[in-house]
T-cell receptor, first 112, second 116 residues
Framework: GDSVTQMEGPVTLSEEAFLTINCTYTATGYPSLFWYVQYPGEGLQLLLKATKADDKGSNKGFEATYRKETTSFHLEKGSVQVSDSAVYFCALRPQGAQKLVFGQGTRLTINP | GAGVSQSPRYKVAKRGQDVALRCDPISGHVSLFWYQQALGQGPEFLTYFQNEAQLDKSGLPSDRFFAERPEGSVSTLKIQRTQQEDSAVYLC??????????????FGPGTRLTVT
């Protein structure tokens, strides 16, 4: 079945460091891909999305590119801030379906 | 704001009790979803409504779980005879449209259920 595998956390970085959180998926056809973020004490929020191969989603300095050939959607940011500390979830929507399938989440802590 | 709201935010139930969790979606949103999130895990799909019709309930873990959305707006997730393994955060999400593609799901804050 459809699944998402994320880089295990927790991840701890210093402010202004480069961030990569790996995400790979298994799905038939052409799923849509998402990154959601959960800040402390808040609900899940959509961070960025991509709906077809080679699309790049971007928001708040974060980027991820839909790579069909490697079934990946890695999240990157060039210079992280303390305020980026949160739990990040990679997710897919299977082609033709409505539900989201989530990875297990990666907790990110940025130290000043 | 007019986001997705859920109540109660926290619920403690003794094993064997029935519970009812409420979700108020964003006004006008056609689609409504329920997810279960165990501690340290990602959300897992439970069920999906398009207006009042429950179109997918493939994620409901047992027949103790029941969801309804009788008027196509507010939804209730009911768990009968709660078990300890039901302890989790229950998330509700809504989206404006029901078509496929990247229709954004907006999530509520969740209800944390603890079964003792």
């Amino acid at each position: 079945g459809d699944s998402v595998t994320q880089m295990e956390g927790p991840v701890t970085l210093s402010e202004e460091a480069f961030l990569t959180i790996n995400c790979t998926y298994t799905a038939t056809g052409y799923p849509s891909l998402f990154w959601y973020v959960q800040y402390p004490g808040e609900g899940l929020q959509l961070l960025l999305k991509a709906t077809k191969a080679d699309d790049k989603g971007s928001n708040k300095g974060f980027e991820a590119t839909y790579r069909k050939e490697t079934t990946s959607f890695h999240l990157e940011k060039g210079s992280v801030q303390v305020s980026d500390s949160a739990v990040y979830f990679c997710a897919l929507r299977p082609q033709g379906a409505q539900k989201l399938v989530f990875g297990q989440g990666t907790r990110l802590t940025i130290n000043p | 704001g007019a986001g997705v709201s859920q109540s109660p935010r926290y619920k403690v139930a003794k094993r064997g009790q029935d519970v009812a969790l409420r979700c108020d979606p964003i006004s006008g949103h056609v689609s409504l979803f329920w997810y279960q999130q165990a501690l340290g895990q990602g959300p897992e799909f439970l069920t999906y409504f398009q207006n009042e019709a429950q179109l997918d309930k493939s994620g409901l873990p047992s027949d103790r779980f029941f969801a309804e959305r009788p008027e196509g707006s507010v939804s209730t997730l009911k768990i009968q005879r709660t078990q300890q393994e039901d302890s989790a955060v229950y998330l509700c999400a809504s989206s404006l449209r029901s078509g496929t593609g990247a229709n954004e799901q907006y999530f509520g804050p969740g209800t944390r259920l603890t079964v003792t």
